[in-house]
T-cell receptor
Framework: KAGVTQTPRYLIKTRGQQVTLSCSPI?????VSWYQQTPGQGLQFLFEYFSETQRNKGNFPGRFSGRQFSNSRSEMNVSTLELGDSALYLC????????????FGSGTQLSVL | KQEVTQIPAALSVPEGENLVLNCSFT??????LQWFRQDPGKGLTSLLL?????REQTSGRLNASLDKSSGRSTLYIAASQPGDSATYLCAVRQRWGNEKLTFGTGTRLTIIP
């Protein structure tokens, strides 16, 4: 059974650009959540999608957005990139988002220059 | 606001020793707590999930305990091996249906051969 797949693995962008990250959950999982990991702030929750609807949202500016497709795949978009957006972006999936184990992908390492 | 703390931030022990990692949280009204390990530059691997009604969970050489009333959890690793070297993170989930996990700062564990 394939795990959570995130693409691309690495990204280098410049300030002001926008970026889209992709996440394919484990087959059958309907909940996808996104986290940002930085050395200074640790792991912080961005948002969660379930059945194509954003169900929960963290404390990030509106430049961070996401969506989920009918096959449960999810994308995250960051517009007008800032240096501080450099981080490892992790996606996690679970069956129903009802408190089961979360399974994480390997992440996308974003560097903003 | 929930805050999760892990002490120590780093720990080095000789191979074969038993060890305990600590996790404390400020709001005891949690739904469950999950322990993860993270290898450098990689995603998180789920180790154990403890529901708020449970006292402990075991998997192989790992045992996690939960004392909700005092806001503490411990991860016990028996007969440590070099392959156990990683960063260990605990995370709490506040309620059912909310996939926002609040993560601790992690303990970086090094097992010395």
């Amino acid at each position: 059974k394939a795990g959570v797949t995130q693409t691309p693995r690495y990204l280098i962008k410049t300030r002001g650009q926008q970026v889209t990250l992709s996440c394919s959950p484990i087959s059958g999982h309907r909940s996808v959540s996104w986290y940002q990991q930085t050395p200074g702030q640790g792991l912080q929750f961005l948002f969660e999608y379930f059945s194509e609807t954003q169900r929960n949202k963290g404390n990030f500016p509106g430049r961070f957005s996401g969506r989920q497709f009918s096959n449960s795949r999810s994308e995250m978009n960051v517009s007008t990139l800032e240096l501080g957006d450099s981080a490892l972006y992790l996606c996690a999936s679970s069956l129903t988002g009802g408190g089961e184990k979360l399974f994480f992908g390997s992440g996308t390492q974003l560097s903003v220059l | 606001k929930q805050e999760v703390t892990q002490i120590p931030a780093a720990l080095s022990v000789p191979e074969g020793e038993n060890l305990v990692l600590n996790c404390s949280f400020t709001d005891s009204a949690i739904y469950n707590l999950q322990w993860f390990r993270q290898d450098p530059g990689k995603g998180l691997t789920s180790l154990l999930l403890i529901q708020s009604s449970q006292r402990e969970q075991t998997s192989g050489r790992l045992n996690a305990s939960l004392d909700k009333s005092s806001g503490r959890s411990t991860l016990y690793i028996a007969a440590s091996q070099p392959g156990d070297s990683a960063t260990y993170l605990c995370a709490v989930r506040q309620r059912w249906g909310n996939e926002k996990l609040t993560f601790g700062t992690g303990t970086r564990l090094t097992i010395i051969p």
